[in-house]
């Protein structure tokens, strides 16, 4: 138990761990996100239960994995039907106010904010329809993703570089009028929508990099990729088959880079006006609700879970917590729900005691051999994807393909997949009992393909989803969607 505090909480899109200056990143300028590491714990191993927006996101907010609640992709989500924390905390008397992107179903739905300003939920609560039809193997391949990258990288303006600005604005403007001393504690979800792409980027940041310090991905080339039959099934929906020409690459991590900077400058913004506000007893967290490939393995985006994809930068700053510090405990978003109750000093309510995640004030007396459980059902598969990493090891359980196997401190890129190697069959099979002890692979697999395909059948069936075409990316508040055609 920790005593109770104000809390900020920021969430980026698309930010993965490597790509901040506090996490070894010596090209990257992320000042304000260092500065919050130098003033509190760094977590090196977090990792999102999701690697994809609205399942993430959904499991932020309920502390629950998708097979627990069943909000499995970006069509079926979070629709306040499970309890949130936020829900915890409002009930418990707490302001609990949301500003921007949240990618649930509804602002009409109860979600468990005391308020949700200009709230970023999915398209007309559908979302992205074309993955429902993974379940059958009919999703169409993804074209729009292929030229977001290539031809949208670089700078320019963006509907999301303008929702960041009005989400750093109305989180001033609400600090601003919630300074003075209140007789329960807030919380503050201050929710940005870069670095997600397009990357577009404003020339000022833009000229802060040049385009041959640009690091290249670890692992792209056509000779060193993974072969894995799911990976190349996940290539070809995202069209990034051939997506290995050095100077594109540079040019999109370029871009990339920039936009974090934009991102991280807009929580600079709002840390600043925290100071002058002398609003210095806040804990402050900062996550992201997934990575980002950025041409590794072949791939942009996420919805895989190779770390670049599933591990995403966790940052907790403020009272209780000693300045400058850093784990390396197994930590997951999952840990967030009972962390931000502790962090308003509540207590866990007995509906949630079956809750896997645990305060992140007590990661120092996180066992060694610590699970750590992730999930994904949605664009790009053909059957469920499962990960029980455990101390070195990490386990990527398919559903209908071979498992992989890899040794992290010796393979953080994971390119040697020991699960084809005997002398590994014992680790192999210890961490598949582990997992099967937490749910059940083909059991859950085919539930989450029952829903799926009921999903699809009420928007009705493969044509009307395929003739509807495909969105991009989900437009901010009051901005028109792009949708592409499938052809
Ligand atoms: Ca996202």
Redesign the pocket.
Do not use: A, Y
């Given at each position: 138990m920790v005593r109770a505090a104000n809390t900020v909480i920021f969430v980026s899109?698309?930010h993965a761990q490597s790509a901040a200056g506090c996490y070894g990143n010596s090209v990257i300028q992320t000042p304000a996100l260092d500065s919050l590491a130098a003033r509190g714990m760094r977590f090196d191993n977090a990792y999102c239960a999701s690697p994809?927006?609205c399942p993430?996101r959904a499991a932020l907010a309920t502390g629950r994995f998708p097979h627990e609640t069943g909000f499995v992709d970006n069509a079926i989500v979070y629709d306040g039907s499970v309890a949130s924390w936020m829900h915890r905390a409002r009930a418990a008397g707490c302001k609990v106010v949301s500003v921007g992107k949240l990618h649930f179903r509804s602002a009409a739905d109860d979600n468990g904010f005391s308020q949700e300003q200009i709230p970023m939920h999915i398209l007309d609560g559908r979302g992205g329809t074309t993955m429902l039809l993974r379940a059958t193997g009919e999703e169409p391949t993804n074209i729009g993703q292929w030229e977001l990258y290539t031809q949208h990288s670089g700078v320019g303006a963006s509907s999301y570089q303008q929702y960041d600005r009005d989400i750093t604005h109305n989180a001033i403007t609400w600090l601003r009028a919630n300074a003075q001393p209140q007789a329960k504690p807030w919380v503050l979800f201050v929710s940005y929508a870069s670095p997600?792409p397009p990357f577009r980027v404003p020339p000022h940041i833009d000229q802060l990099y040049t385009l041959s310090e640009m690091p290249l991905p670890q692992v792209f080339s056509a000779a060193v990729r993974s072969q894995h039959p799911a990976i190349t099934h996940l290539r070809k929906i995202m069209d990034t088959s051939v997506m290995d020409d050095e100077d594109t690459l540079r040019r999109i991590t370029k871009a990339y880079y920039g936009l974090i900077t934009h991102m991280d400058r807009q929580i600079g913004e709002v840390l600043g006006e925290m100071e002058a506000l002398e609003l210095l007893d806040c804990r402050i967290i900062y996550t992201s609700?997934?990575g980002e490939m950025l041409g590794n393995q072949g791939l942009f985006g996420?919805s895989c879970v190779f770390e670049g994809a599933l591990k995403v930068p966790l940052i907790l700053s403020g009272p209780d917590i000693v300045p400058g510090t850093s784990s390396d405990a197994l930590v997951s978003h999952v840990d967030l729900f009972p962390t931000l109750l502790d962090s308003l000093n509540l207590t866990v309510q007995p509906g949630d005691a079956d809750l896997q995640g645990r305060s992140l004030f007590n990661v120092s007396s996180f066992e060694r051999d610590r699970k750590l459980f992730a999930e994904y059902h949605a664009t790009g598969t053909t059957g469920g994807v499962f990960v029980l990493r455990q101390d070195r090891y990490k386990l990527i359980y398919h559903v209908g393909h071979p498992n992989e196997l890899y040794d992290l401190q010796a393979d953080p890129f994971e390119t040697v997949n020991l699960a084809e190697q005997q002398k590994h069959s014992a680790t192999l099979d210890h961490l598949i009992t582990v997992l099967k002890g937490l749910c059940n692979p083909e059991d859950h697999d085919r539930a989450v393909k029952q829903a799926q395909g009921k999903k699809a059948a009420e928007y009705g069936g493969r044509d009307a989803i395929v003739g509807s075409g495909t969105l991009v990316y989900t437009p901010p508040p009051g901005i028109k969607a792009e949708i592409t055609k499938i052809v």
């Open positions: 899109d698309n994809l927006c993430s997600h609700d997934h996420k």
